[in-house]
């Protein structure tokens, strides 16, 4: 068994996203409490995805890939400044391989740019110790509702970002480093298409460069721009790993689905 990639997911509406979602969410479900999903259970679950999906707020999920098959995933969205994770799963038989962990500090990466005050989710009755872990707090004795303060400044350390809604300092960033490229940056089509877009922050976080990718049948096609004070090696290696590691992701899943329409 290959290292598992935590990857993220730009698009939630492409299959089998939804469908892996699901799938995971049963079996760790059936694992906790013996219970598995019946078709209503699944029909809700569907419909809550969906929909916090077409409300199109920051919404942001990542999973975790054993070669392209979907093992874990975390996904959410932010309001009012809060950033809601409502899902995180992980398939019984990848549990205890600290994949929860890996999800959840991705997943408050979203928190670089300023987009949120606080983190809350509801948790599990098995899963609270793992949250107070990571400093998720109940909001009284014997709740189930776990929050965490992000308002005093966190300790940053430079980082490949994903960026799911590009909001106003990425844009601002991002228009910046673009021209002094001699390039425009449209995050107009970011938007439209869930085009992926990956920022290098660095330990102030500031954004010192970002990473544009599309892929189609002669390969994928990466441009990357650094902004001139920073054009680091490590800064362009860096945002070139998590492209291609995104892609790798891709093609794999890919691969699996033309295997079973066979």
């Not at 996904?75 to 994770?85: A, R, T």
């Not at 707090?137 to 308002?151: D, E, F, L, T």
């Not at 960033?173 to 425009?184: H, Q």
């Not at 970002?210 to 990466?222: C, P, R």
Request: hydrophobic share 40%.
């Amino acid at each position: 068994m290959k290292d598992v990639l935590i990857a993220p997911i730009f698009d939630q509406a492409k299959a089998p996203v939804w469908e892996d979602f699901l799938h995971i969410r049963n079996a760790a479900t059936f694992h906790v409490t013996g219970s598995r999903m019946n078709k209503k259970d699944y029909e809700i679950a569907l419909e809550d995805f969906v929909s916090g999906w077409l409300s199109r707020r920051l919404n942001f999920a990542f999973g975790a890939y054993d070669e392209g098959n979907m093992v874990a995933f975390i996904q959410g969205m932010c309001i009012d400044k809060v950033i809601s994770i409502q899902s995180l799963y992980v398939l019984p038989e990848y549990m205890k391989r600290k994949l929860g962990c890996k999800l959840l500090q991705a997943a408050e990466k979203v928190h670089a740019f300023g987009v949120a005050d606080s983190f809350d989710l509801i948790s599990l009755v098995n899963a609270q110790k793992f949250y107070e872990k990571y400093d998720y707090k109940p909001i009284s004795a014997g709740s189930n509702h776990y929050v965490k303060n992000v308002r005093l400044p966190m300790q940053v350390r430079s980082a490949v970002v994903p960026v799911f809604k590009p909001v106003g300092v990425v844009v601002k960033a991002c228009k910046e480093i673009a021209k002094l490229n001699g390039e425009d940056f449209d995050s107009g089509f970011i938007k439209k298409f869930h085009a992926p877009l990956f920022v290098y922050v660095d330990c102030a976080g500031n954004i010192q460069g970002f990473a544009t990718a599309s892929q189609d049948l002669s390969g994928t096609k990466t441009k990357i721009y650094l902004h001139p004070n920073h054009s680091y090696s490590c800064v362009k290696n860096s945002l070139t790993r998590a492209v291609d590691d995104f892609y790798m992701v891709q093609c794999k899943v890919l691969d699996r689905i033309k295997a079973k329409e066979k």
